[in-house]
């Protein structure tokens, strides 16, 4: 073979080595940015699931109890998730807000075991968008009711893809029938069972708070209490802390209960962040 073929293929084959490093090189360098982005971020969203048969606007009450009484506003950006991964926004979240409130609810509102599993994927397609987005490095758990399942099978089935760039800080659920209408917990239901089954795949560093409302000595009218209490045979001795409260006195049935004054003073205790001055600049969002 001629020398000059040689150093025709030898050039292509430094051409073609080249023309494939370039986008290699491109895509680290962007990966690197966002991620040092991620990393200096200081923004700590408070992420809402609502129940079965509740819209986007369920914590809209719950918002602005939040927000009375405190200099530190927080701003309520919502989402719905349609059923085929579609995604519509409203609200914003302000420049300079460092915990805003994101609500993520879905089009197929539907109650059932099959259709929390559903919810959480929808829930998963919301979650990759703001993670893309916003690039927050923590975040704080809230699910009322269903919502509350929907974000134990998440965790469970889904935050192993982000548990290196963003860690979940706390999961607060309120009302959470981990048992569904079961009153007996040696009764599991299948997702009570697969709950348990895979809690190993919790993160060790959650601190979990399960509150229950006391209309009765048996439940808040709607929810066993047994059924909420279940929950402690998946995040005790998983997660760093579990902390079970219930709560009484007016607003405590199962449908008032994220209007619960009780409520309300908890997530501000052990939910929220401490009060801190307004941070650097975040980007608003208004769709």
């Known amino acids: ?53 509740a819209t986007i606007n369920r914590f809209n009450s719950l918002v602005k ?24 926004y409203s609200g914003s979240i302000k420049k300079g807000d460092n915990e805003p409130f994101i609500v993520i609810g879905f089009q197929n509102r539907h ?4 259709n929390i599993k559903k919810q959480a994927g929808w829930l998963d397609d919301a979650f990759y968008e703001i993670f893309t987005n ?10 009322h009711s269903n919502g509350g399942l929907i974000w134990t099978y998440w965790l469970e089935h889904f935050y192993s893809d982000y548990k290196s760039d963003v860690k979940v800080k706390k999961l607060m659920t309120l009302g959470s029938p981990y048992n569904f209408s079961e009153t007996n ?44 209490e279940a929950g402690k045979y998946i995040f005790q001795k998983q997660v760093k802390s579990f902390t079970a409260m219930t709560v009484t006195g007016e607003d405590a049935q199962h449908s008032s ?22 941070g650097p600049s975040q980007q608003k969002t208004n769709r």
């Open 257 to 278: 209960l994220p209007q619960n004054k009780q409520v309300v003073k908890i997530i501000k205790q052990y939910l929220l962040d401490k009060q801190r001055k307004v």
């Open 1 to 53: 073979m001629p020398k000059s073929r040689n150093w025709k293929l030898i050039i292509m084959a430094l051409v073609i080595i080249i023309l494939l490093a370039i986008p290699g090189y491109s895509w680290m360098k962007k990966t690197n940015k966002e991620h040092a982005e991620r990393q200096r971020s200081t923004l700590s969203p408070v992420i809402m699931v609502p129940g079965s048969s």
């Open 134 to 143: 916003y690039k927050f490095n923590n975040f704080k758990a809230f699910g």
């Open 185 to 228: 917990v040696k009764k599991k239901t299948q997702m009570l069972s697969d709950f348990i089954k895979y809690k190993k795949r919790l993160p060790k560093s959650l601190i979990v708070y399960s509150l229950s409302g006391g209309e009765s000595y048996e439940s808040d009218g709607l929810v066993p209490e047994a059924s909420v």
């Open 111 to 114: 109650d059932g075991y099959s």
């Open 65 to 88: 109890l939040l927000n009375q009484e405190t200099p530190y506003k927080h701003s309520l950006l919502k989402i719905e998730v349609e059923e085929d991964g579609t995604l519509t």
